[in-house]
């Protein structure tokens, strides 16, 4: 069978270190940075905790363990279509209803660095994927979309990662008509480097929030704060992201990897 065939070279492969496996996540923990909503809309998502239960001491003298207080969308992060109002009917559109064959799909990279680190509110338009697929080659039904920003060096600080002045955050993202085009093109999803797949200004667009309205809206998934797409090829490679199985939830903390065939 051509799929036994192929499992077994990438087993070899994988073995060998011809095919990488790349962290694409972020540490998980109390500095961690978090969304800011505007708190006339919305209350924020709370601090991350850790806990400590014991650690080879008289709460468990053998064993160290910890509890957390974590919220769905934080840090390196998947969204549902149930996280979004556009999406929230799906009956396979939650973190415990999901196709897991979804958690497992090759990745298409854009690389945005240059113009985001130029302009913190860039853009990424339908045609500048167009132009992308003219040198790399078409998005296809199945894949991924992610944005390269090279926004995971900031992620040191929360000032530096929400990037926020008088005028809100500014960090870069999709427009509408972008995340209309890898819709069409079947795309199962889209990710940036950013705190949410959405750019920093995207509350004032003509689509308030475009990659959550418009992804969860068709079903598609997002992922957040992805780390290392600097080390990714713009084609090639499979990402896996897979939220944890939290009943009806709309989203998780992932851990984010990509494997990579060595070059
Ligand atoms: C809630 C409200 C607005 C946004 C978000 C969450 C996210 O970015 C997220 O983590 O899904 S923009
Ligand atoms: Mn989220």
Redesign the pocket.
């Known amino acids: 069978m051509a799929g036994s065939q192929g499992l077994s070279g990438l087993a070899e492969m994988l073995v060998s270190g011809a095919v990488e496996v790349v962290d694409l996540t972020a540490v998980l923990g109390p500095s961690t940075p978090l ?1 800011k ?1 505007p708190p006339e809309l ?1 209350v924020d ?1 709370p601090k991350i905790e850790i806990h400590k239960i014991s650690e080879y001491d008289k709460n468990g003298p053998w064993w160290a363990w910890n509890w957390l207080k974590v919220g769905e ?1 934080s840090g390196t ?1 998947f ?1 549902a279509p149930h ?2 109002i556009t999406g929230k009917d799906y009956p396979d559109g939650a973190t415990d209803s999901i196709p897991v064959k979804n958690f497992v799909a090759p990745v298409n990279v854009i690389d945005c660095s240059a113009k985001s680190a130029e302009n913190h509110d860039y853009l990424l338009t339908a045609d500048d994927v167009k132009a992308w697929e003219a040198e790399h080659g078409e998005i296809k039904a199945g894949e991924w979309v992610v944005m390269r920003t090279d926004w995971d060096r900031r992620n040191g600080s929360e000032e530096t990662f929400l990037n926020a002045d008088e005028t809100g955050p500014h960090s870069p993202g999709p427009t509408v008509d972008c995340i209309q085009y890898i819709i069409e093109k079947g795309a199962i999803g889209w990710g940036t480097q950013c ?4 750019a920093g200004q ?2 004032g667009m003509e689509i308030p ?1 475009p990659a ?1 309205n418009l992804m969860h809206k068709a079903n598609r998934y ?1 992922l ?1 704060s992805l780390c290392n797409l600097d080390k990714l090829p713009a084609k090639g490679a499979i990402l896996i992201a897979a939220p944890l199985k939290i009943e009806h939830g ?2 998780s903390p992932i851990r984010a990897l990509a494997l990579v065939p060595k070059s």
């Open positions: 969304l909503l919305a998502t969308h992060h969204d996280h979004w705190i949410g797949t959405d995207a509350a929030f959550h997002g957040a709309t989203g």
